[in-house]
């Protein structure tokens, strides 16, 4: 049902998918293989294991985009108690 709606030339494709989920943009690449109308948002940044990032992805070399990635991170519970605001 996904693929009728993104496949017309004049939708934008909003991709939301999790840092820790690789295989996510796999339709909208198909349809979109230019990432001309592609948007994509990575979340869950801050719950990827220690030692790993996502750079690639968000710097456009894992998955060129015509528009920039906006990364989503989450306070932890930690941080909402000491009201750290970043």
């Known amino acids: ?40 948002m990575l979340t869950k940044l801050d719950l990827m294991d220690k030692g790993t990032n996502a750079l690639d992805v968000l710097e456009r070399r894992a998955y060129r985009l015509q528009h920039p990635w906006v990364g989503i991170v989450n306070r932890s519970q930690a941080d909402i108690n000491k009201n750290t605001d970043k």
Do not use: W
Not at 10 to 20: E, G, Q, R, V
């Open 1 to 40: 049902m996904v693929r009728t709606y993104v496949e017309k030339p004049n939708s934008i494709i909003l991709s939301i998918f999790p840092a820790n989920q690789s295989d996510a943009m796999k339709l909208a690449r198909e349809v979109d293989p230019s990432g001309e109308r592609t948007f994509g």
